[in-house]
């Protein structure tokens, strides 16, 4: 399933959208694999990792699709 451009949103913006796909699921991987491994912890993954991953992976997501607006808006 792919996302298509609309006039209401435009091909650029659909192209954004499917780029924070990668670093939402990073970001998500890298909490869950934080919440298995590091010592410590309960090896356990619970409803809270679950959704503090979940989290980590959207804030990711957002810094990347922000990032990228920036350089793309500088004209220099």
């Given at each position: 399933m792919?996302?298509?451009?609309?006039?209401?949103?435009?091909a650029g913006e659909a192209k954004r959208g499917r780029a924070g796909v990668g670093p939402f699921l990073i970001g998500t991987a890298a909490s869950?694999?934080?919440?298995?491994?590091?010592?410590?912890l309960p090896h356990v993954i619970d409803w809270g990792a679950i959704l503090i991953s979940?989290?980590?992976?959207?804030?990711?997501?957002?810094?990347w699709l922000a990032r990228a607006a920036r350089k793309h808006a500088d004209p220099g």
């Amino acid at each position: 399933m792919t996302t298509q451009p609309t006039p209401e949103r435009p091909a650029g913006e659909a192209k954004r959208g499917r780029a924070g796909v990668g670093p939402f699921l990073i970001g998500t991987a890298a909490s869950f694999a934080f919440f298995a491994f590091f010592p410590g912890l309960p090896h356990v993954i619970d409803w809270g990792a679950i959704l503090i991953s979940l989290a980590i992976g959207g804030l990711a997501r957002w810094i990347w699709l922000a990032r990228a607006a920036r350089k793309h808006a500088d004209p220099g």
